[in-house]
């Protein structure tokens, strides 16, 4: 069986959520089971990224777009799982103006140098500075960032 890029069911918030597939088999469609990984469309993966639209028990399953009100809500709520590359895509795209990014760089790198053992946002920082384009800002960038680790 070939692996098949998954359809996209939604965006939101610079977010996409895809359908996934039994098997990654396309004629075999999940009509609940949704993922916000798009390399990983196999439902039966076990994936972190996948999520059941019936467990989010926020909108009546018999509303109109009942599916779509409770990913969307979900979302918002932090109730579904995304990858960590896909929150820094919409970071980078929402972040327009250098000085901004550079702005967020102090404060995050500033509330992780009080706390080493927390490499999530200083990592994803690190990853930020060296995809998003700001190259003129990289070695400032991952500077900052070594420092709040510890790094000389």
């Known amino acids: 069986m070939r692996w098949v890029e998954p359809a996209v069911f939604l965006e939101h918030d610079g977010v996409k959520v895809y359908h996934t597939y039994r098997h990654d088999n396309e004629e075999d469609r999940s ?29 009546e399953q018999g509303s109109d777009n009942w599916k779509t009100l409770r990913i969307q809500i979900g979302l918002n709520q932090g109730l579904i799982d995304v990858p960590e590359e896909v929150i820094v895509n919409v970071m980078a795209e929402r972040l327009e103006d250098s000085d901004l990014l550079l702005e967020l760089v102090h404060d995050v790198a500033s509330r992780c140098a009080s706390n080493v053992n927390n490499a999530g946002p200083v990592e994803q920082l690190r990853y930020l500075a060296e995809n998003i384009g700001f190259k003129e800002m990289k070695e400032e960038v991952t500077e900052i960032l070594d420092r709040s680790k510890g790094v000389k």
Request: aromatic letters at 14%.
């Open 31 to 59: 009509e609940f089971i949704f993922t916000t990984d798009p390399t990983n469309s196999d439902r039966d993966s076990g994936c972190e990224y996948h999520f059941d639209v019936r467990d989010l028990r926020i909108v």
